[in-house]
């Protein structure tokens, strides 16, 4: 299947490269000349433009930061023209981004009156997952729609969720992530009252996460440094996911709650602590670095 893919970054580059390895023309396009360089030696092509890219493409996926970013590359800004102005045939559209649902429903509801199918595809499970190929995909849009992703997002990922309409699969992913801000934000302040209470963070890590406090933060993204070797904690917390895009989820949430009339106080907390550390100079960091937040040492 020949794809296009834009959006190359620290998921979006993975992501490529597990398509080109299950065997499918990708060409991709990304403003960064080395996240192409780097495609282009795992087997891809590369082209020059986001135009150019889709050339004969029968799938578009992008994987872009932000809803102003999916919204300009698909239906334009400025007064250019967006793809899909410009596509010819009839690609499906897989847009994996997270972004606020009314955003994948405004591109979805543009690529319909053009008879081109639409899917938002969110993804949950990090860079390990993006490398690995284990991603979860949360997939909003028709039957139709979904049945053609699939082959695709398997591809890249081991759980495909149709979540429901379009808009939906972005629903669902911001609750996710809003679920997560709070467990990571928890654990973080769980450990730091362990260790200023003279316990071994390892020890202390072993002990909830064969207890009732143990969760997927916890178990298998542990944010103390050394407790979890593999983890970004132990690394600086480079790489991973972003504290400024976690920080974006969790206003995507409060966005979505204040459209609802939602009660979201956990989610709310969450939001403000990683705002806060965002500010404080922490946003290119993984987001398990909130765990600098609470401890004394990092003053």
Known sequence: MRIAFIGLGNMGGPMATNLVKAGHDVCVFDLSEQAMQTLEDAGASRAASAEAVTQEAEVVV??????????????????????????????????????????????????????????????????GGAVAGTLSFIVGGS?????RAK???????????????????????ICNNMLLGILMSGTAEALALGVENGLDP?????????????????????????????????????????????????GLAWELALGSKSTVPMGSQAR???????????GGLDFSSIQRLYRRDED
């Open 62 to 127: 992008s994987m872009l930061p932000a809803g102003a970013h999916v919204k300009g590359l698909y239906l334009g800004k400025d007064g250019a023209p967006g793809l899909l102005d410009t596509l010819s045939g009839n690609p499906l559209i897989i847009d994996a981004s997270t972004i606020a649902p009314d955003d994948s429903r405004t591109v979805g509801a543009a690529a319909a009156e053009r008879g081109f199918a639409f899917v938002d595809a969110p993804v949950s499970g990090g860079v």
């Open 272 to 282: 403000n602590l990683f705002a806060l550390h965002a500010a404080n100079g922490n």
């Open 202 to 250: 390892a020890v202390l890590s072993e002990v909830m996460k064969q207890s009732s406090g143990g969760n997927w933060a916890l178990n298998g993204y542990n944010p103390w440094p050394g407790v979890m070797e593999k983890a970004p904690a132990s690394n600086g917390y480079q790489g991973g996911f972003h504290t400024d895009l976690m920080a974006k989820d969790l």
């Open 143 to 147: 039957d139709e729609g979904f049945e």
């Open 151 to 173: 082959p695709v997002l398997e591809a890249m990922g081991k759980n495909i969720f149709h979540a429901g309409e379009t808009g939906a699969g972005q629903v669902a992913k």
